[in-house]
Structure formats: C-alpha cells, structure tokens
C-alpha cells in the first residue's frame, strides 16, 4: 500500500503506512486497543482506518456479536462488538478499527485505542489454553510495562457459517 493513512487520537498519531522494509524482521508492529479493561493488539498491517462516531446500521438475522455495517466510502463493512463476541455486556461506544484480513474487510467495535507498538516476535507467548473458539492466538508483556497484550486472532472474529 502506497498511501500512507494516519490517525490522531489526542495527542497521539498513528502510522499505518507499510513499514516492512523498516523494521527489522524478529519485530512486529501492533496497534493496541482496550476493550472490557482488556488490553489487546491486532498486526498494523490489517489495519486500514481507524473511525470515531460511525452510524451502524442495524442487520436482522446476524449473530448478535455483529452490531451492523457501515458505508466506508461506497464500501460496505460489517461491524463487530469484541465486548459482546467476548461475552461481556455491550457499551455504546463508537469507536471502530477497519480491518483488512486477506482481502476481507471488517470492523471491530472497541473502548479506546492505546498505542503503536513494535514487539519482538519472540515474546509472543502461545496462549496456554487452545480452543477453536478462543480469539486470540498470543500474549506478551508489554514493554513499556504497561501490561499484558493478547494478540487478537482476526480470523476467528467471523463464524464460519
């Protein structure tokens, strides 16, 4: 991707512009969200924007965890609440991370977006439980100390029927 899309939030800027060529190989770069007091972290390059204050039309007939779509200039996306696909209770937030995952693209309703982070790929940890069903495929500390992440699995956010 040639264009280079960025994202202020207060008095931080995000760069989702194609960083490979940059980053030494054993990093990898994360854009860290909250949701439900959990922090978690989706690879930079999925992410294509991220949107404040989108109307979600409503769609009969879905799983609950998908809250609707969006008009995403002529694109329509369906919209994912991670708090309810998580089983947690719904909040109104209106904060949604646009995702490209293999061509397919979808949006995840979180609480907040925290940080850009580049993360060695080493202190990735496997998650101890495995489940088809679990949503997250890592977890690390942090290292600015500011907690742990959980890697979210974009390809699980879907079901598969």
């Given amino acids: 991707m040639s264009e280079e899309i960025l994202f ?6 995000f760069d989702f512009s194609s960083t490979q060529a940059e980053e ?12 439900d007091d959990l922090k978690l972290g989706v ?12 109307s979600i039309t ?17 694109q ?3 919209i994912v609440d991670i708090r309810l696909r998580l089983g947690k209770a ?13 061509g397919v693209f ?7 977006v925290d940080q850009m982070l580049d993360i060695a790929r080493e202190d990735i940890l496997p998650v101890p439980v495995q489940s088809t069903q679990l949503l997250v495929s890592g977890m690390c500390s942090l290292p600015d100390g500011s907690g742990t992440m959980m890697v979210l699995d974009c390809a699980q956010l879907m079901p598969d029927d």
């Fill in 8 to 13: 202020a939030a207060e008095d931080q800027v």
């Fill in 24 to 35: 030494p190989a054993d990093f990898q770069k994360f854009l860290i969200f909250m949701t």
């Fill in 43 to 54: 690879v930079a390059e999925y992410v294509v924007e991220i949107l404040n204050n989108q």
């Fill in 58 to 74: 409503y769609l009969p007939m879905v799983p609950d965890f998908i809250r609707g779509i969006i008009n995403m200039r002529g």
């Fill in 76 to 78: 329509i996306i369906p």
């Fill in 90 to 102: 719904p909040t109104d937030n209106s904060l949604v991370i646009v995702l490209n995952v293999d």
């Fill in 106 to 112: 979808l949006g995840i309703l979180v609480d907040a």
